[in-house]
């Protein structure tokens, strides 16, 4: 038996909702206990985590990784150790890659290439129709049984509600978790900027944040409709949370993510057209990031995910309207975070609920927590460490991200998988 004891630590239970200083002790890949107090077995490693936070490691919804089509902007070997030096220890991927990932054989490839070159755990989304193009839906049944986890067209809106109503019915009748990208397309389309008086100033083509509610409410209908279980990946602004309310208080069985970008930067970021805070949605206004962390706080929305989108360097280094749109996040995700947490909007334990025990719980998977049995995917981080962020540090191949240059406090320490080191000193 191999055993390891984590001790000096302060431990973050999320699903418990507190914080204690104590031990972990993992046997086999898997927690056996934590506590104040815990007796050492015979020949187990001893590390002691210095007094600095120890938390299950993130499982993040909605991670692309550019296998197959675009290796170059990232590959699940560059994605899987940028994953472990940010603290996350389970990437569920999106399907967004070209070709698709809308059949077995391709959902085979990419677990197969994940398996042999991500040193964290790696689950596959697949798309709901073929190539993503909302006119027919993928074989749900033969995807799930090849290891889809979820199913998603990701931001290409399915326009054709039959289409829709069908594919979440059958979803429904597989138990599939279906996961909608909440937008009004016709809206959307060619924005690069949220409406208002910034939008304006800057002669950015533009999108109402209705344009959430809309795509919302109607996505909405059709859960009432077909039953079907469904996440709704970003949430981002004020107009859309009374609906989102409405649906969990009748009881659908929805729930909600947003993107730390969304949680942590606003749209005055984008200053003069600094391509890389062009994000898919646009960064909103002030007044609805604040309701989107207080909706956090409070529950309405579920979960913090990365939405890691690497581009190069030429799609970015174009005028703000043509430019690519997205940022990588997968190292960025935990200090970012701990920035609502050293603002005071949200406590640690809040924090990883929503980044480590919600979203496994809403895939079904047994990591997320530090219940005994549990998979021993933990993370050691120092909350208080400053530091620059430099983007040709991080390990994604592309470097497009917003906090080049930001002051930054949260450093991780160690990333572990089922008790494993795969980044950081021992």
Known sequence: MTATLFTNARIIDPEAGDMTHGALLVENGKIAGH???????????????????????????????????????????????????????????RPDTTPAIDNPETLEFVSRRAAEAAPVRVLPMAALTKGREGREM?????????????????????????????????????????????????????????????????????VSAMAERMGLDRDIALIEMTGARVHFDQITTARALPALERAKRNGLDVTAGTSIHHLTLNELDVADYRTFYKVKPPLRAEEDRLATVDALRHGLIDIISSMHTPQDEESKRLPFEEAASGAVALQTLLPAALRLFHAGDLTLPQLFRAMALNPANRLGLPQGRLTPGAPADLIVFDTDAPFVLDRFTLLSKSKNTPFDGARLQGKLRASYVAGTRVHGEP
């Open 35 to 93: 506590g104040p107090e815990i007796a050492v077995p015979e020949g187990a490693q001893i590390v002691d985590c210095g007094g600095h936070h120890l938390a299950p490691g993130i499982v993040d919804i909605g991670v692309k990784v550019c296998e197959p089509g675009e290796r170059h902007k990232e590959s699940y070997r560059s994605a899987g150790l940028a994953a472990a030096a940010g603290g996350v220890t389970t990437m569920v991927t």
């Open 138 to 206: 993928t074989e749900i049944g033969f995807l799930l049984d090849a290891g889809a986890v979820a199913f998603t067209d990701c931001d290409n809106v399915v326009t054709d509600t039959k289409v829709l109503s069908r594919a979440l019915t059958y979803a429904r009748s597989l138990g599939a978790l279906v996961q909608l990208h909440p937008q009004e397309p016709g809206l959307s389309r060619g924005a690069a900027a949220t409406s208002g008086k910034f939008a304006s100033l800057r002669g950015l083509p533009a």
